[in-house]
């Protein structure tokens, strides 16, 4: 040990090549935060999402559906392929399944083992009116009796896109979106599900309005369908509100518990 001291006292640190200072510390990562990693819209107004903007409706089916009529609104508008049952959907179940489609490859990136914890929560408020009223209007159908539930939309998007995590279907008042984004956050952060889509729509035709109070729809289109894919991401926090989701969506104003981490 007395000759260990004596060549540590003659040969110092720095005389033999080595930095007398302190190395920094490895930087560390930020831990992964929740945001909102896709978003998409169509309603009369048109359709896209996040990336792409929004796009004009083709002419030939323009008129239509700014006068609310959803019969004419099929996949091949908006997609080059065509999806199986598409047209045998009800109007509800169309436009919560393009809004999910529009998330555009966001969602094949999704790994086949990811989606088994992806959840899906859709958000309406006059549900499946319109289908339920052509059901008590035509003769008996087992095809159009299947979407007498708002919940076969989310059965659909789950199919098509192979997702086995939590569902749920809230009716509320105004369908803002604030339940559903309160409830697909809550999934993410407790860890219930590794991402959720959070899907707000309304498809209600003309003869089915007055079968909702005076005050439902006063300032609202007839129909919409807009989409968010929740998640982690890791990096740093992008300053990215709501609104930037769901298209003219109040929920920063009324707040979420979650907002601070959306």
């Given at each position: ?202 498809a209600l035709a003309a003869d089915a309005r007055p079968c909702l109070p005076d005050d439902a729809f006063a300032s609202t ?42």
């Open positions: 040990q007395l000759r260990l001291r004596r060549h540590q006292r003659r040969h110092p640190p720095a005389a033999r090549g080595r930095s007398a200072t302190a190395s920094p510390p490895p930087a560390v990562s930020p831990p992964p935060h929740l945001a909102i990693l896709a978003s998409s819209h169509l309603g009369p107004d048109g359709y896209g999402n996040d990336r792409t903007g929004l796009r004009p409706w083709p002419a030939e089916i323009r008129s239509a559906l700014e006068s609310g009529n959803l019969d004419t609104l099929h996949w091949r508008h908006l997609f080059p392929t065509e999806a199986q049952r598409f047209a045998r959907m009800d109007w509800l179940s169309r436009v919560a399944l393009l809004a999910v489609e529009l998330l555009d490859a966001q969602l094949d990136l999704l790994p086949l083992e990811a989606r088994d914890q992806t959840g899906v929560c859709l958000e309406t408020s006059s549900g499946c009116l319109t289908t339920d009223l052509r059901f008590l209007q035509s003769p008996p159908r087992p095809s159009l009796f299947t979407y007498t539930l708002p919940s076969t939309a989310v059965g659909e998007i789950c199919i098509r896109h192979r997702l086995r995590g939590p569902v749920l279907c809230l009716l509320s008042a105004d369908a803002s979106g604030r339940q559903a984004l309160r409830e697909t956050a809550d999934w993410v952060v407790q860890g219930d599900a590794g991402a959720a889509l959070c899907v707000r729509c309304e289109a007839a129909w919409f369908g807009d989409a968010l894919l929740i998640g982690r991401a890791s990096g740093r926090p992008r300053e990215r509100s709501v609104e930037q989701g769901f298209r003219a969506l109040d929920v920063a104003v009324a707040g979420t518990p979650d907002r601070g981490r959306v």
